[in-house]
């Protein structure tokens, strides 16, 4: 892919904003393989791109294994079921990720607690963004 190829020949970049583009799970699988070799990739922006659960998984492979990733937007995406333990369990290996907003995506409230156990034992993250999210009053208490 041009694109990927083109991020590679500046290793000074350090934000990415891909919003509102539609990826199919090999494009972004070869997205986040390209982020994972750029020493100085901080914040990554992919709202709006309509993931299914492949590219969940890309996203939480380069989460977990990225050194250097302090600012991660999944603004307005949906998290289906069968690939929400995979992307929250991604916290549990990154050490560098301070903020994480998932405002506007639809998490299942059940799976609110497991986002909050992972946080709570993640000491990088700094702030998460859930506004306009699924909360109920069951699992509000945890983020309080």
Not at 52 to 79: F, P
């Amino acid at each position: 892919m041009f694109f990927c190829e083109s991020l590679l020949v500046n290793q000074t970049l350090s934000e990415l904003n891909v919003s509102g583009i539609e990826y199919c799970d090999m494009l972004m699988e070869e997205l986040c393989e390209t982020l994972s070799l750029m020493p100085s990739m901080k914040g990554l922006v992919l709202s709006n791109v309509s993931l299914d659960c492949l590219s969940w998984r890309s996203i939480s492979k380069y989460v977990g294994s990225s050194k250097t990733l302090e600012r991660l937007t999944l603004h307005n995406n949906a998290i289906r079921e069968e690939c929400i333990r995979d992307f929250f369990n991604s916290f549990r290996y990154n050490s560098t990720l301070q903020e994480l907003n998932l405002s506007n995506c639809t998490i299942e409230h059940t799976h609110i607690n497991i986002l909050l156990t992972l946080l709570a034992n993640n000491r990088s993250i700094k702030g998460v963004n859930l506004s306009n999210g699924t909360l109920n009053d069951e699992n509000a208490e945890g983020v309080a």
